[in-house]
């Protein structure tokens, strides 16, 4: 059975920062690429940014560049969302996402909130 369990979500203050993670299981992590996600009530859900399954490649939304880092840890099956300097905008459900070709899956969403 196919897991992606997401965790690290929270409450953060502008300025600081805050790590997620996906922890996949019942796939073989390598063959897929991973992505964050995220979306606020009303809006489309939008991509932040994306990793190859090497980890050799990644790429970033241009309203996080600099202060998000994605990053893979294959030998724990596990993909990370640094965020560093958060603003109040960053407010969203981050949802992780595991792609190869035409088959996908997704995490159940974290909430992240950016407030004083």
């Known amino acids: 059975q196919v897991r992606l369990v997401e965790s690290g979500g929270g409450l953060v203050q502008p300025g600081g920062s805050l790590r997620l993670s996906c922890a996949g299981s019942g796939f073989t992590f390598t063959n897929y690429g991973w992505r964050w996600y995220r979306q606020t009530p009303g809006k489309e859900r939008e991509l932040v940014a994306g990793?190859?399954?090497?980890?050799?490649?990644?790429n970033y939304a241009a309203f996080v560049k600099g202060r998000f880092t994605i990053s893979r840890d294959n030998a724990k099956n596990t993909a990370y969302l640094q965020m560093n300097n958060p603003k109040p905008e960053d407010t969203a459900v981050y949802y992780c996402?595991?792609?190869?070709?035409?088959?996908?899956?997704w995490g159940q969403g974290t909430q992240v909130t950016v407030s004083s």
């Open positions: 996402n595991a792609v190869s070709g035409y088959s996908q899956y």
């Open positions: 990793i190859s399954g090497t980890g050799g490649v990644r």
